[in-house]
C-alpha cells in the first residue's frame, strides 16, 4: 500500500509534499495565502465562502504529466 502522500487518479500518480489554498480579489489583485490552509504530505480541503478567486498551489512529484486549472472564482 502507497504512503499516504501518494494518490492515484486517472492514470496519474503524484506524491503530495506541500499544499496551500491562496485567495485574491479579482484578477488584478496579488494572490495572498489563506491562513490555516498549509498542510504537509496532503491536498488540503478548502470551501471558500468569500468571494473571490481561489487556488491551491502545491509541491508535488509526478510519475506522469498531467495539467489542469488551478484556480476558481467564489460569488
Not at 480541503?45 to 495539467?67: C, F, I, K, N, W
Amino acid at each position: 500500500m502507497p504512503p499516504p502522500s501518494e494518490k492515484c487518479g486517472l492514470g496519474v500518480t503524484y506524491t503530495v509534499h506541500t499544499s496551500k489554498w491562496q485567495r485574491r480579489d479579482d484578477a488584478s489583485a496579488q494572490w495572498t495565502d489563506v491562513a490555516g490552509r498549509e498542510y504537509t504530505g496532503q491536498i488540503c480541503p478548502y470551501s471558500p465562502t468569500e468571494p473571490g478567486q481561489y487556488r491551491l498551489v502545491g509541491d508535488v512529484s509526478l510519475r506522469r504529466m498531467h495539467a489542469s486549472e488551478n484556480w476558481f472564482t467564489v460569488e
